[in-house]
Each structure stands twice: as structure tokens, then as C-alpha cells.
């Protein structure tokens, strides 16, 4: 008996996903690439590595194949901030301002630009737990709802292949206006940067050697990191974009990308390049309670506080977002320490399990952990923007529809 029966799913189900991926995506030219690895207990059931990862090359993909996973960073960063907390050197409710003093004086926007703004005080201080529910009032450029939204755009805060490191960064934004006061609302930003920088100031070093230090190494990841070594060129994949008709562009190409140097900015937010592999042992830590094979990264009261609905009155996205982004519904979704939670499969329309957490990047990368049925999905691929396609949600519906033996 093989690994996928022993575990419950079914062989000719899972091949469904194989067959779709191809047709779907990859032979339509929707998708240059797929890998799918899919675990249950700790066992991986299935692997799938379709398409090319450098088309213009001709270089298929391979199971070891370098990604950029941008915002997949987000929730590493967070679990080295949720390391401190578990050392008593930052708790969740400190205000910012305590270890970020540029922040002490956020104020919230009511109207002007940039060194012409007009604001007034927040109802309560920005704090830790802000920046990793995204509740902080912060933004991202890509919203386009405001002129803070602008001003981000118009300061390039968001360049990581800049000259700007992550203080820079940090002590520009901080003298921009909130959207929002602190904790009334959620609007997906660059919280998770000011994160990395918290991170940063508290340990004293450099966010990569943080991360290298308190989750790769431990981890054996060692294929992850904010640069391409020159060890791993051969290896890393093209990105693109989607063009008018559905139709593919290059986007970076591997060979000339500003991945190929280490930034200036640590992106705690967006910054990291992994492979499928490595990101599959990340999430597996997360399903064990914060250990994987002898390495304890966090206590598992640590991981089921991360993983639950933090959003004012167990409410969901729908309810306290402020911009949505997602190719996907957000009703029954809420968002925990760091990543998404789902905890009504029904209002979400998928058939997945309550306490599901998951997040995904912003070229069509994505995972997701089951800690119900034991389940860790990771998918990568290189295409911008994510809302191009509905990939990650129909991957889900595939994906359960070949478990046969649930635990619940």
C-alpha cells in the first residue's frame, strides 16, 4: 500500500489534479508552471510537477525549483516575532511605539498629501497585535482607495530591489498617516514589514539573520532566504505576468532578476525566495504544534493562539475589510496571527475543515494547513497578479474531493 492509500486519499482522485492543472492552466497558457506537494501526518501523498519553469528557455520545472514566494514571508516573520513573545521581550498588546519610537505620534488621515497632511489622534495606540492581524491601519500601494495609498506610490515605500533598507523604509512610513484608527478595521499592508523591523530592533540583527537563525536552520530550509545564492541560479524560476486575453508576459526574468543580489530591504513582508520542499517543512511545523523533527520552533499553545480568528467579535473579512484583494470569498474567513483562518466552511462555499489557516503570494504561490484532517498543501507557480487566476481555491475543492478517509 502505498503512501496517498495508506493515508486515506484516493490515487485516481489525486491524479484529477495532475489532469486539471495541465488542461486548465498549463496547456491554455493560463499558468507557466505547477508543483503541488500535498501531506497527510507527516507523509506526503502527492506530487505534481507540471510545465515549464523558464519558458523562453525551454527549462521544464523541477521539484527543486526556486520560487519567489513574496508575501508567503508573512507568516514566517510572524513566527519569529511570536518567538519574542514567547521570551517575554515583546508582548502582543505593547504598543508599537514602545520598541518603533517613529510610530509614537501616528495620526489618522482626514485629508491632504504628502507634507500637507491633516489628521487627527487614533482612539488607541497601534499595537504588536495590529501589525499581525493587519488591523494597524497601514496600507499597501495597490489599493488605490486613498491618498495615503498614493503617497506610498509616490515614495516607492514598497521597492525591495531599492536603495532604501528596512529602517529607511520604516521611519518614511511612519510619517504618513494611518487609514484608520488602530484595531477598527483590516486592510491588508505592509504591517508585516514594520514587523520585520520590530523583530530586527528587539534581537539586535538583521532580519535575515533572525530568520536564518530561529526557523531555517532549525528547520533544514535551506533553500530559503531574501536572495538567489549563485548555487541556486540554474534553479530558479521566470515570472510573469497576466496580459490582456489571459495571455502570458515575462515579468522577471531569472537570469537578469534583482533577486540574484542580496536587498537592501529585508523584507519581512514580501522579501523571501523558497521551494516547494522547504515550504512544505514550514507548514509542517505549524501542523505539529511548532516542532518538526526535534527542532521546537514555538509551543503549541503558541501555534492554536496564531491560528484563530483574531478580528473584533469573531467577525470575518467581509464584515471589517476595508479593500479586498483576493480572486476568492472571504465570508467565514477570518484572519489570526499571521495568516488567514477559515472557520465556517459553509459561508465560504468550500469543503474544508473549521480552523483551516492559509496564505498565499502575490505570484500565484499559495498554502494551506488542516490541523483536522492533518493535512499541508503547498502550491507554487510565477504569476502576477494572484487575482488572475482562481487556482488556489479549485486546488481545495480538488484536493478534499480525493480524501476518502476524514477524520471529521
Known amino acids: 500500500m ?4 495508506r493515508q486515506g486519499f484516493s490515487i485516481e482522485r489525486l491524479g484529477r489534479i495532475d489532469r486539471f492543472l495541465q488542461d486548465r492552466y498549463l496547456d491554455a497558457g493560463r499558468l507557466p508552471c505547477a508543483q503541488v506537494i500535498i501531506a497527510r501526518r507527516g507523509e506526503v501523498v502527492h506530487e505534481a510537477v507540471l510545465g515549464r519553469r523558464d519558458i523562453e528557455r525551454g527549462v521544464a520545472l523541477t521539484s527543486d525549483t526556486v520560487f519567489r514566494i513574496y508575501s508567503m514571508t508573512k507568516p514566517v516573520t510572524s ?10 521581550r515583546v508582548a502582543l498588546d505593547d504598543p508599537v511605539s514602545r520598541h518603533l519610537p517613529e510610530f509614537a505620534d501616528a495620526g489618522v488621515f482626514q485629508a491632504g498629501h ?8 487614533p482612539a488607541r495606540p497601534m499595537q504588536v497585535v495590529d501589525l499581525l492581524r493587519h488591523t494597524s491601519g497601514l496600507t ?8 495615503v495609498d498614493a503617497a506610498h506610490r509616490r515614495l ?4 525591495i530591489h531599492g536603495e532604501r533598507d528596512l529602517a529607511g523604509m520604516v521611519a518614511e512610513l511612519s510619517t504618513l498617516p494611518l487609514i484608520f484608527s488602530p484595531g477598527s478595521a483590516w486592510n491588508y499592508s505592509v504591517a508585516t514589514d514594520v514587523l520585520g523591523r520590530l523583530v530586527e530592533v528587539v534581537e539586535d540583527r538583521p532580519l535575515d539573520q533572525v530568520l536564518q537563525a530561529r526557523i531555517f536552520d532549525p528547520l533544514k530550509m535551506s533553500d530559503t532566504g531574501f536572495f538567489v545564492r549563485a548555487d541556486q541560479r540554474e534553479r530558479f524560476a521566470a515570472c510573469y505576468e497576466a496580459g490582456p486575453g489571459g495571455r502570458m508576459k515575462l515579468q522577471d526574468d531569472p537570469q537578469k532578476s534583482p533577486f540574484l543580489k542580496p536587498p537592501a530591504l529585508l523584507s519581512g513582508g514580501g522579501g523571501l525566495v523558497s521551494t516547494a520542499a522547504d515550504y512544505l517543512r514550514f507548514c509542517q511545523m505549524l501542523l505539529n504544534g511548532g516542532e518538526l523533527q526535534g527542532a521546537r520552533i514555538l509551543a503549541p499553545r503558541t501555534i492554536r493562539l496564531m491560528s ?56 500565484s504561490t499559495g498554502f494551506w494547513i488542516d490541523p483536522v484532517e492533518e493535512i499541508c498543501v503547498v502550491l507554487m507557480t510565477q504569476l ?3 487575482s488572475a ?13 480525493a480524501l476518502m478517509q476524514a477524520n471529521a
Open 156 to 159: 516607492g515605500l514598497e521597492n
Open 389 to 401: 487566476t482562481p487556482v488556489r481555491r479549485e486546488l481545495r475543492t480538488l484536493v478534499y474531493s
Open 308 to 363: 484563530a480568528n483574531h478580528l473584533p467579535g469573531g467577525g470575518d473579512l467581509t464584515q471589517h475589510s476595508v479593500a479586498m484583494f483576493s480572486e476568492s470569498t472571504n465570508a467565514g474567513v477570518g484572519f489570526g496571527l499571521g495568516f488567514a483562518v477559515a472557520f465556517d466552511p459553509v459561508r465560504a462555499l468550500l469543503p474544508s475543515s473549521p480552523g483551516e489557516f492559509y496564505w498565499g503570494g502575490m505570484a
Open 79 to 88: 513566527v519569529a516575532l511570536m518567538a519574542l513573545v514567547e521570551e517575554g
Open 384 to 386: 502576477m497578479p494572484s
Open 140 to 147: 499597501y500601494s495597490f489599493h488605490y482607495r486613498n491618498n
Open 2 to 5: 502505498g503512501a496517498a492509500e
Open 114 to 121: 504628502v507634507g500637507a497632511w491633516t489628521t487627527v489622534q
